[in-house]
């Protein structure tokens, strides 16, 4: 198992874009956030936040989730789409997938989960303004 870090500046700006290119690298993923406004909100601009490039998604519980590439859920973590990939938002659950990408918007949450890892089994990344800083401090 792989587990990235980031700390962003727009948690929802960074998972639409991360999605976006998780979905034209072919990976199939799972979304997990507890706050259903967001998941909703999500939902709504995937739909829409590109003229011609459609991100094929549902939320979990909808009929096609285990043929969809993408899936948004709510906790807990369950594979419905066989993914390679969960990306946890704001969240320090432990997660069973391939690859974990866990997504944080305060520096206080980011760094109470990069201490509860060794520096060789997590990869760190930092959002400072438009660009990204690998953290080395972890």
Wanted: glycine share 0%; net charge negative.
């Amino acid at each position: 198992m792989s587990i990235t870090l980031y700390r962003v500046t727009n948690l929802l700006d960074f998972s639409i874009k991360f999605l976006y290119k998780m979905h034209e690298m072919q990976h199939k993923v799972i979304i997990l956030h507890d706050d259903e406004e967001f998941l909703c909100k999500l939902d709504e601009v995937l739909w829409t936040f590109k003229q011609m490039a459609f991100i094929p998604h549902v939320r979990s519980g909808h009929h096609l989730d285990k043929e969809t590439p993408i899936v948004l859920q709510k906790p807990p973590f369950i594979n419905v789409n066989q993914a390679d990939m969960a990306i946890v938002l704001n969240s320090h659950d432990n997660i069973a997938c391939d690859k974990v990408v866990k997504v944080f918007d305060t520096q206080a949450a980011y760094d109470l989960e990069k201490k509860s890892h060794t520096a060789d089994n997590v990869i760190c990344w930092i959002q400072q303004n438009d660009t990204w800083e690998k953290d080395h401090a972890a």
